[in-house]
């Protein structure tokens, strides 16, 4: 493994997986922003592991819907940057209480998540940057570290050598994008509405920038689109004025990507494209490119978002609710 | 079980389930107003089943991602309304090609749905209301019908006869509701975005809502926002002008709602409030109350919509893309 600040706490949570009897199925439990970071994760158990079910879910819907399976067999992977969020920390204390082995990522050590857990992983945080030691990179160290000691993944040691090179690969890209960034700040800074859309592994970046970015940080009204779903009810919004942030990713869901953009082309003409293809991943071996690319997409993202932030006069550390009041 | 029109194509799907050696999935696949069907279906089996796992996806991502886990081992349930939805008929034929039961449900026989199935069911449709052999309430019977026959669910029987009576049930209360109705409807009627909110078994119901009523039907834009995430993001673009259609739940989830309802009420004055309480499902054995709500808010909310077209002169069939070219 890659030797990182959070390297050993990794290495101990992937210990604690080995040893225990079954794995049945992994469960990732958060809410917003870190729940979008779950659902790569669910992705990657989809399409990689043979016998253990992958289930990423908001935190107080996963305490409220109480799974059956839910119990020794389980792994319960828990995310809160503060550790202070309760229904998170309520999920932990749940899955302990049943018996799963909990292991929480968060970025405050004695925090209330990392009290509740069994074992925690601490991680880095700089929204403008990816390491290994991020908490989506942390979450695939996991994810895939745990397939590798259940049931082995060659994707894993694979994995660790992919995420070295990030933190340069994607200072690199952003500064290829400045000027796409600053026509798209200038371009959108009066828009009421603006949609994102992916599917496969960037899905999750596409929710996250729809609901925390949009929605949260600059009072933008969003969704995110599934390029699946977009022709199965949603495309009927498209017009000329209507704006859509794409995501085109690699692998076998580039696909569905590149279907609804060839449509929103012809009927949008507020159309921003990022595109994975041009991040260089196709040659990192075992197909891990996929995975790679919410990884670069987020951080890139958080550059245009930036940029929005200064064109509006909106920061995006201003909130009207969160933090202020009891909810 | 109930002696209805589909009611031996269900007890056939429900046979070939139990000749089944092994049963470790559930994929529940179909795209738009059909994959919104599919989630109180996951949602029912994470509440109640020992040892299968659910999985809701849309087509094109179930093909695209090409689960690892599917196989012989596998059922994957499969609805299209005309049976001719590209993706679905390809999801169909991957799963069966991978040794999966396959069960189809759709409103045309001879379909390439029903084709490319081994099992098909053909369920009744009229929007505005709601029997054991819709859609939704089909997919129900499969469901537990599942459960029952792989390990045994006393509320497969018992849903039977809460399906018995829905038809009246739903009749009445939208007689209650008419005043409420014609109220939304003009109150409605010029407004750019609508959001719609629920959690646990409703969340498929205001997801259907929002992407093909709103988006597809009426040009709204829209998002349907899982009450459970509404204070991680989302409740920032909450305002007195912001409109929301809440769905109240029963059982656990119902908490969830009440809480996003509470917040929301203080800082928007254009909510609707539609209230499972309300429809005297209470009395229901075995906690079935929370799995019927979404049956009844579904045809409930068509009244909703169909006053809402009449009020903006929009009717809900025109269509500006939708099936009118090639996509």
Redesign the interface.
Known sequence: MLDTPCATQIGEALEAAKSRKTVG?IYFVA?????ALMLPNQ?AV??????I?G?AI????F???????LGENSIVILCSHSGT?P?TVEAARVARAKGALTIALTNVPGSPLDEAAEKTVFYSHAPLSMSADHSAAALYRLTFGILDVREGCSKAPALESALEGLPKLVEGIQASHADKIAAYAEAHKRE??IYTMA??ANYGVAYSY???IY???Q??????I????Y????????DFDVPFVFLMGL???R??DA?ALA?ASK?SKRLTVLDAAEFGLAELPEGLGEYIAPLVFSPLLRAYADKLADAKGHPLSV????WKMD?
Chains 1, 2 share one sequence.
Do not use: L
């Not at 809410?31 to 729940?35: D, I, L, R, V, Y």
């Not at 908001?58 to 819907?61: T, V």
């Not at 909130?319 to 969160?322: I, K, P, V």
């Open positions: 199925e809410c917003g922003g870190s729940f992705y989809d399409r990689e592991s043979k016998s079910a289930f908001n935190a107080a819907e305490t409220s819907r109480a799974p059956r399976r969020t229904e009421p509405v599917s496969g729809a609901i925390c929605q949260e940080m009072w933008i009204h969003s969704a995110a599934h390029s699946g779903e022709f199965h009810g949603p495309f009927e919004i498209t692998g076998n869901s696909a569905m279907r449509f009927y909130r009207r609710y969160m909810y």
